[in-house]
């Protein structure tokens, strides 16, 4: 599959040395979770990722071209038991998650232009695992086309509509032409 990249992106990947790292951010309830797969912060889009060295990992990033939905995992391990609350208190279901590939310019420890976007989906169950003295978190991520799985639970009734648009008439008359004899052309 083609895809579009920005020239100084393209440029890097096809030099001699890349650095390439993963950028993740996670809407949480308390504030945007914003990690990079390096040592210490890195601005992004105006926004600071902090590093997390080995401490952070991502499960395979999948794309199949029957258009099923793969998921993935972000985990973030050494966190102290303490922090726990935190986690639990700040991961919901449904919140949006997005994981970039982008390349680091070595000299000036900058991003690249334009990273590519690997993942982009939504936040569904958050696990923990504890072993003491320090913790492991795992989110699981879906993709947006887990969307197209959901069955979509709508009818032509007046009710329905009035919960997506109150107050709109057009379906008011629909009951009454369930049993209405129209004839059509001249008799």
Known sequence: MARDLHADFNTAVQADEIHPVLLAKINASGGDVRVWTGIGDLTFNSETY???GDLGGVSNVE????????GLTFTLSGIPSSAISIALGQM?????????LALLNISTGA???DPYELFSGFSDVTVI?????????SVFAENRMIA???????????????EEHSGDKGFEFVPG???KVIIF???
């Open 177 to 179: 032409l369930q049993d």
């Open 185 to 187: 052309g001249a008799t």
């Open 148 to 162: 197209l799985e959901r069955s979509r639970v709508r009818r032509y009734t007046n009710e329905d509509q009035q």
């Open 92 to 100: 919901e279901q449904g919140r949006a998650c997005t994981l970039w």
């Open 63 to 70: 794309e199949k071209s029957d258009l099923s939905a793969t």
């Open 129 to 137: 695992t504890e072993n003491g003295e320090n913790s492991t978190v």
């Open 111 to 113: 991003i690249i232009n």
């Open 50 to 52: 902090t590093g997390t």
